[in-house]
């Protein structure tokens, strides 16, 4: 009886140990997806904010120095 009934259990148990473990790493696969598509933005933002300032910048040395943009410092 206790033969019978590891014959079919093993096999059992190995397949659900493999679809368990299967499952898990797709579960941590999408959370560090999310993580990604979250530092994505945080870039975005981080750029866009660096593209402000440089645009404060630029207008500043325009008002400030007229011809920066011609000059030729190599």
């Known amino acids: 009886m206790i033969a019978v009934l590891s ?18 790493r797709r579960q941590e696969d999408s959370a560090d997806r999310s993580s990604r598509l979250g530092s994505q933005v945080e870039f ?15 207008t500043i040395l325009d008002a400030e120095v007229p011809d920066w943009r011609k000059r030729d410092d190599r």
């Open 44 to 58: 975005e933002q981080m750029a866009e904010k660096m593209e402000r300032r440089v645009q404060a910048l630029e």
């Open 7 to 24: 014959a079919f259990a093993t096999p059992v148990l190995i397949v659900w140990i493999v679809l368990h473990y299967r499952s898990k």
